[in-house]
């Protein structure tokens, strides 16, 4: 039966690269007050959702051109496609992905198969908090305001692709294309945004990463130079003394040093 009155009108954005999922949702959910739109892939999703500002997102996980995680990341990598909720449905279950989903800045991840009942009861929840959320501005901007550049938005949403996954990067080229566009390309809008290359934000990034893990955690340092991205612990030494001015061992015994010195 449908829930409220409250979500007459909402529209949600069927992302999924299978007809039958799309027919098999919006059947679930016909009982329901709610308009629907689909997409079949994540790049088609994300413009499609830029363009009509959907309520809510219902977003596959597994898609061919960009998948839903990248796709998240550029609605989430956009002030205009931000505030909007995802729900990740996917028939993959384990932990890794459930985690990646709520890391890439979904608000739940619906694991294949569930009740209608389920889902509907998940869609209601999310769209009640996100209106609650919308009575009272978080930043007290207009709509005009939330526009970005559209290179910015790529650039951001390979920012935090580069941060989620510093220990097992793919190829420039892949990554490239995981934002749906080309290495050349990317290459270009990179370094017009943030004035240094792909490559450099790649080091400045694990580097950082590397001192978070020397001061926060008791992880040896060959096994803190393999999970940043690094192939051994002496290509580690060589880019952290190049930008910190010591070997990332030293960096940890000043750190203990200062530690134990009497205050």
Do not use: W
């Amino acid at each position: 039966m449908p829930l409220t009155s409250e979500t007459v009108k909402k529209n949600i954005l069927i992302v999924d690269d299978s007809a039958f999922e799309q027919r098999m949702l919006t059947e679930l959910l016909s009982e329901q007050p709610y308009r629907f739109s689909v997409a079949f892939n994540g790049y088609q999703g994300y413009q499609l959702a830029l363009a009509t500002h959907p309520d809510l997102i219902l977003l596959d996980v597994r898609m061919p051109e960009m998948d839903g995680y990248t796709a998240c990341r550029l609605l989430k990598a956009n002030p205009e496609t931000e505030p909007i909720p995802v729900i990740f449905l996917s028939g993959a279950d384990a932990a890794k992905e459930r985690v990646m989903g709520l890391q890439v800045g979904a608000v739940d991840y619906i694991a294949k198969p569930f009740t209608p009942e389920e889902l509907a009861a998940r869609i209601h929840i999310h769209l009640g908090l996100m209106r609650r959320n919308n009575t009272v501005p978080a930043s007290g901007m207009e709509p005009s305001d939330r526009q970005q550049h559209p290179d910015l938005v790529f650039v951001n949403a390979v920012k935090q692709l580069i941060l989620d996954n510093l220990g097992d990067l793919p190829n420039l080229s892949e990554i490239a294309r995981s934002v749906g566009t080309y290495r050349e390309k990317l290459t270009l809008m990179f370094r017009e945004q943030t004035g240094m290359t792909v490559f450099a934000f790649i080091r400045e990034a694990r580097i950082a990463r590397g001192v978070d893990l020397l001061q926060q955690t008791d992880i040896d340092v060959q096994d803190i130079a393999l999970l940043i991205g690094f192939h051994n612990a002496g290509n580690f030494a060589t880019a952290f003394r190049e930008r910190m001015g010591m070997t990332p061992s030293a960096y940890r015994q000043r750190l203990q040093e200062q530690a134990s010195a009497p205050h």
